[in-house]
């Protein structure tokens, strides 16, 4: 790595604990950055807005937050023109929030990038890592690699501790859909035989 000082893509507050500890125990510079288009409902994008804003006063770091806010529309573009069905649509959506993390970091004069995505037991490590090594040769900014997944009890335990909001998916609405995929199932089958039986009396 050619220089110490990072700009660190945060996908939200807890994802953000355990990271921030192995940067300082390396005595690497960081500023967090925010840009998570992904997230939906709004409500609960205010809600991890908040918890990011919580941690970064507890731990004492700086976050710049991308000016676009809560871009869900363009999000919803990339993802969909990539394909609906995983892992196409999460490579999209890492795609797009690595970009503009890279390019943002060469604007605002830093070295490297990396992302709290690296922290994730249930986000595609590998992919992330890929496509962030290939956003590193074309943007030509150095990316930092790390697994923080060896951290992953540490950090929600002390996430936990500290009472942040702990989000339960992670964040698209299609992926919360897939959440309660079987219990949609089960209404669904429940609706069509209601339905069925109401027909064979009319």
Known sequence: MTSNKILLHICCGPCAIYPVKVLREKGIQFTGFFFNPNIHPFREYEQRVQALEEIKEILNFSVVFHPKGYDFEEWLK??????LERPKRCHACYSMRLIVT???A???GFKVFSTTLLYSVYQDHQAIKQISEKISEEIGIEFFYEDFREGWKEGKDEARRIGIYMQPYCGCIISE???YQKRIDRM?????E???AYESIV
């Open 188 to 192: 669904k089958k429940r609706f069509k």
């Open 177 to 179: 859909k897939e959440r």
């Open 78 to 83: 990339e993802v969909t023109s990539a394909g």
């Open 194 to 196: 209601e339905y069925e």
């Open 106 to 108: 060469k604007r605002l």
């Open 102 to 104: 890279a390019l943002e």
